[in-house]
């Protein structure tokens, strides 16, 4: 648990750090508290959508092309069996989901501030693939559908530039 927050909470730090050296402020990044109750519904709404792809559609094809390598990956759950244990997986899941979802927007608008429409769509493609392959541990049909759940966060980020949207649907997904 606290390896998995120390991680994350110094590339928060890292991630506010280079923001500020940039000389931009949250809310260009998608942080507003206008609508907050309909970003959050919308991105509830998104988060489950996004699960049912994944877990239902996805990961289903992945494994009967990929049988073998549905056998090796890492059972998530099996962290989550102990229910004394859940106080601490939640705030470590809303912490995982807001650090991963302010690193995609932060590097969707670094490379849309610094090469227009080409940069934001060139990132999204990266840093989904990138996303995919930080999850490899899971075994590799797991990590083609979370490279495939990282393309449609960047897309629910996009669509309004919302951060609490997308940060909720990727928390909710997790949770």
Known sequence: FFSILKSK???LAVIILLLRLEGDWLYQMGFRKEG??????????FGFAIWILINLMINPVMNSINPS????GTDMMKYMKDMKSIFLWIP???????TEEFQ??????????????FGLYLALIVSSVAFGIGHLYQGINP?????VGGL?????FIRKRSAVEVITCHTFFNL
């Open 152 to 156: 449609l966060y960047g897309l629910v």
């Open 104 to 117: 995609r927007i932060f590097v969707l608008t670094r490379f849309e501030k610094w090469f227009g429409n």
């Open 69 to 72: 390598s549905a056998e090796k």
């Open 9 to 11: 909470l110094i590339l």
């Open 143 to 147: 990590a083609i559908g979370t490279a």
């Open 92 to 98: 470590v899941i809303f912490i995982a989901s807001f």
């Open 36 to 45: 907050i109750t309909i970003q959050i519904i919308t991105g509830i709404i």
